[in-house]
C-alpha cells in the first residue's frame, strides 16, 4: 500500500485544528467521558448522539456512577439509541473498573481490550485520545479516506484493514496520536464523504491516488444494502388504567427491554391469526376480539420491522409470570426501557 506521505500528517492536523466540528467530548481529556462518546458514536450519528451524551453525562458522571447503577436504569437512559448491547457492556465494564482498577480506565491496551466492548477500535480510540497512545484507529471514515489515498478498489469490508494499519501505524503522528486519528475521522466525515466526496476542499488532497486517478467516486464499492422485512403483532391488553407489558429475555435482540405482548407474523399467516397465536403461547390465553389500532415501522440491524398494534379483549384474565410480566399505567410505562418502536406506540396511547 503506497500512498505520497510528505508532510502529510502536518497538513492533516493544521485541516482538523481550523474544521473540527465544536463537539463535547473533543473539550475533554477524562477518559470516561471519552469512552462514553465513543461507544455511543459507533453506528449512530453525531447529531442523535449529542442529546443522549449530555443526558447520561447528568445521570452517570462517572464510572463509579455508571457501576453502581442498576441495569434496568442504564438501559432506560440507553434508550433510543439502539444496539442495547453497548450499554450492557458499557455497566459490565464499568463494574470490572471499579472492582479491579480502582476505578481508573486502564492505560494498557491488552488490559483494556480484555474489557466488554473495548474492541480494537475502542481501545485505540481512547487511549489514543485520553492518553495520547501512539495506537492508530480504523473505522469506516478512515477505511475510505485510506483506501481512496492508496486507489485500493473493492468494497470496505475490511479486507484490506492489515495493509491500512500497517500505514497508519508508520504515517501516525507521534507527538498527537489523537488529533491525528480524530482529524482522518473528521475527514472522512466531513470532505472525504461516502458519496459525492469534496476533494476540492481536501487538505490531503495531492496523496490522494484515487483524486489523480478520476477514481474517488468508485472506491471503496457501493455496499448492497438489503434489510429483511419483518411482519410482527402486538397485542395492547387493558386491565381498568393499566396495560400489561413483559420483558424480552436476557438474550438476543434487544435484550431485557419491556415490549406489548406479541411477536413475529410466520409464512401465509394472517395478522389476526398470528396475533391470537402469540397470545395463546405468551400468555396461555385465547383471544375474543382485537382491534387494529396502528402500524409502526422500525428498523433494528438488518430487520426492517412492521409493528401491527391491536387492542385485544380475551376470553379470560392471563396469569402473569412475576417479574417478567407486568400491569403498569401508560403514564408509568416510560419507566422501563422499551424499544423505539414500543415507544411510538405508547405515544399513540397517550393522544388517543
Known amino acids: 500500500m503506497v500512498f505520497d506521505k510528505k508532510n502529510f500528517s502536518d497538513r492533516l492536523i493544521h485541516w482538523y485544528e481550523g474544521h473540527k466540528r465544536n ?4 473539550k475533554t481529556k477524562d477518559p470516561y467521558k471519552i469512552w462514553i462518546s465513543e461507544v455511543m458514536l459507533q453506528q449512530t450519528t453525531v447529531q442523535a448522539v449529542l442529546p443522549y451524551y449530555r443526558a447520561w453525562l447528568k445521570i452517570f458522571p ?32 464499568a463494574k470490572m473498573i471499579v472492582e479491579n482498577h480502582r476505578g481508573k480506565l486502564p492505560h494498557d491496551p491488552d488490559v483494556l481490550a480484555g474489557l466488554p466492548g473495548f474492541g480494537p477500535y475502542t481501545t485505540a480510540a481512547v487511549l489514543s485520545l485520553a492518553y495520547q497512545k501512539v495506537l492508530p484507529v480504523l473505522e469506516a471514515n478512515v477505511r475510505r479516506v485510506m483506501m481512496r489515498l492508496a486507489a485500493l ?9 492489515k495493509a491500512i494499519l500497517a ?17 482522518l475521522m ?20 495531492t496523496s490522494c491516488a484515487a483524486y489523480a486517478r478520476g477514481e474517488q467516486d468508485v472506491i471503496p464499492a457501493p455496499k448492497s444494502r438489503r434489510s429483511q422485512k419483518v411482519k410482527a403483532v402486538l397485542g395492547i391488553i387493558r386491565k381498568g388504567a393499566k396495560y400489561l407489558i413483559q420483558q424480552r429475555p436476557e438474550t438476543g435482540l434487544l435484550a431485557g427491554l419491556w415490549e406489548f405482548p406479541g411477536g413475529k407474523a410466520k409464512r401465509g399467516e394472517t395478522l389476526e391469526r398470528a396475533l391470537a397465536r402469540e397470545l395463546n403461547e405468551e400468555l396461555g390465553v385465547e383471544l375474543h376480539d ?5 402500524k409502526v415501522e422500525h428498523c433494528y440491524t438488518q430487520y426492517r420491522i412492521a409493528l401491527h398494534a391491536y387492542a385485544c379483549r380475551l376470553k379470560t384474565e392471563p396469569a402473569l409470570e412475576p417479574g417478567r410480566q407486568k400491569w403498569v399505567a401508560l403514564r408509568d410505562i416510560h419507566k422501563y426501557p422499551i424499544p423505539s418502536g414500543s415507544a411510538k406506540i405508547v405515544h399513540f396511547l397517550e393522544n388517543k
Not at 463537539?23 to 473533543?26: A, D, E, G, Q
Not at 461516502?194 to 487538505?203: D, H, M, S
Not at 382485537?290 to 396502528?294: E, G, N, P, Q, Y
Open 23 to 26: 463537539l463535547p467530548w473533543r
Open 62 to 93: 462517572d464510572i463509579r456512577s455508571l457501576a453502581r447503577a442498576p441495569l434496568q436504569r442504564v438501559l432506560k437512559a440507553w434508550q433510543g439509541l439502539g444496539y442495547y448491547g453497548r450499554a450492557r457492556n458499557l455497566h459490565a465494564t
Open 153 to 161: 478498489h473493492g468494497k470496505a469490508d475490511g479486507r484490506h484493514d
Open 167 to 183: 500505514e497508519l501505524l508508520k504515517t501516525i503522528d507521534r507527538k498527537s496520536p489523537g488529533d491525528f486519528n480524530q482529524a
Open 186 to 205: 473528521e475527514l472522512g466525515a466531513l470532505v472525504c464523504r461516502a458519496r459525492n466526496p469534496q476533494c476540492l476542499l481536501c487538505p490531503i488532497q
Open 290 to 294: 382485537a382491534k387494529f389500532l396502528l
